[in-house]
């Protein structure tokens, strides 16, 4: 395969992404990772290299201001689900003028808080998404704030959370917002795949969500919490790769 860096600029700021390219392949499906809460466009490499060694092509970035590793300059104080929903979609209109892309069969893979922002970018960008594979999604986000801050003003102007420092936006952005109100509209198929054990979200957001989605599947991996060990992790993959391929094939019937 191809390893190589990626720079997307759009409103005012750039996303750092990888590209993993299948070394044979002209022409390839596409899977697009969003990492999660101060996370880092490395944290699914290892998957991205799985797929690219199998002949479908990823994107790994960085989302602006969602990590303290980011290099954009966006301060994490700016950052809000929002943000991160428009660096995801600078991703899609990046990805879509690449000759090499089978522009028909790309895929969203979200992890938690990215799992969130992929949902979120599915519905809106349904007509260019195949697929929607969603790892332990932090559909709980705006519930768990607006529990804590049930009123604008109790809203801090920043927040330190998990070494990582909030400002207000993040918050009033998401102040009343009811996650299930903004997704099921996506009619293509979804993959969830959600650890029973899971103390960040608990795992009954998705056994919701898969009532929402016209196609979608929930496997629970037993045992697993909020980050899977490197069995879970390569069990994802081998599932996730099947789903790809099941999203293609039935395409073409």
Known sequence: MQVTQIKITHHNRTVDGTFYRPEENKIFPLVIFSHGYNGYKTDFDISARYFASNGIGAVCYTFCGGSVQDQSGFKTTDMTIFTEKQDLEAVIDEVQTWDCIDKSNLFLFGGSQGGLVSALVAEDRFQEVKGLILLYPALCIADNWNERYKNLKDIPDTKELWNMTLGRKFF????????????????????????????????HYSVQAKEFYSHARLESFQGEGHGFSEEGNRRMEAMTMYFIHECIEKANI
């Open 172 to 203: 009033e952005t998401i102040h009343g917002f009811e996650v299930y109100e903004h997704i099921g509209k996506f009619t293509e198929r979804v993959l969830i795949i959600h650890g029973t054990e899971d103390r960040i979200v608990p795992f």
